[in-house]
């Protein structure tokens, strides 16, 4: 990608974080007074994405979908575009929570297609890591917390319908405090997940080069994030309790082990 092209796809993925960062708010408050701030700087990221695009298409002479960053970045605007729609037609507000983090991640990772110089002291690569491999093992500590409520919850809501409660169920919280702590250990996982997945995809890029997007720690590291993602819009909009909350729990939790066991061979890094 050009240099211009990248310039104003990076401007677009700073106006789209306002969206992520009103998701965050969302998952936490019900209700997000950022919400139409947000919504306007996406639609003013989408303006500049749009921009970036038809220059690269310009300079290639095509539709620029050459490489799997070109790739994204189309992806990522044809998504914004069908969000701004549905939201102009049927204000879909619920699909934030899903839209807005999925379209920064993908024109982040668009954006990271021009190779920059190295780091400019070791120390400060060492703490960028650092503050990597913090982010992502608080994530993974939320959504232990997560999936084990999750579990809880299952245990309890099977006791109550069987009108036969076992020893232990007048020690466990009751349904609603689990269902709030799986509410608030969620949003608090997704942040950190998020600010883990972006610190470590800029530290691959500043490493890597191009050649990061290769790499099969990020790979799982993108998967375990989506199955995150699909978790709290479940959770968020559709309104996903007991069995269903707790397989993608547990899930997520599998993917979180393989990512953390990709993360042990960082620390020689380090």
Not at 23 to 47: H, M, P, V
Not at 245 to 258: F, G, H, R, V, Y
């Amino acid at each position: 990608m050009t240099e211009t092209s990248v310039l104003w796809l990076r401007v677009a993925a700073i106006l789209y974080s306002l969206g992520l960062a009103s998701a965050i708010l969302l998952l936490t408050r019900k209700r997000s007074r950022l919400f139409r701030a947000a919504l306007a700087a996406f639609s003013l990221g989408a303006l500049f994405h749009l921009v970036s695009i038809i220059e690269q298409g310009l300079y290639l002479g095509g539709l620029p979908v050459r490489s799997i960053f070109e790739s994204m970045s189309l992806c990522a605007f044809l998504i914004t575009v069908a969000f701004l729609l549905l939201c102009r037609r049927y204000h879909a507000e619920s699909l934030s929570v899903f839209i807005f983090p999925l379209v920064f991640v993908m024109t982040m990772v668009a954006a990271l297609s021009k190779p920059v110089d190295t780091w400019t002291s070791a120390a400060f690569r060492s703490i960028w890591l650092s503050a990597h491999i913090v982010s992502a093992l608080l994530a993974y500590a939320a959504l232990l917390f997560t999936a084990v409520a999750a579990v809880v919850y299952l245990f309890q809501e099977h006791q109550l319908k069987k009108k036969l409660p076992s020893a232990i169920s007048h020690r466990l919280p009751p349904l609603a405090t689990l269902d709030e702590l799986i509410s608030r250990s969620l949003a608090v996982g997704f942040a950190f997940m998020t600010g883990g997945l972006v610190a470590g995809s800029v530290w691959a890029f500043v490493e890597l080069g191009t050649r990061w997007i290769l790499d099969p720690r990020i790979g799982i590291s993108f998967v375990t994030w989506a199955i995150y993602l699909a978790m709290v819009f479940f959770r968020a909009s559709a309104g996903w309790r007991g069995r269903k909350a707790a397989i993608l729990a547990i899930t997520a939790l599998c993917c979180s082990a393989l990512t953390w066991a990709a993360h042990v061979r960082l620390e020689s890094r380090l």
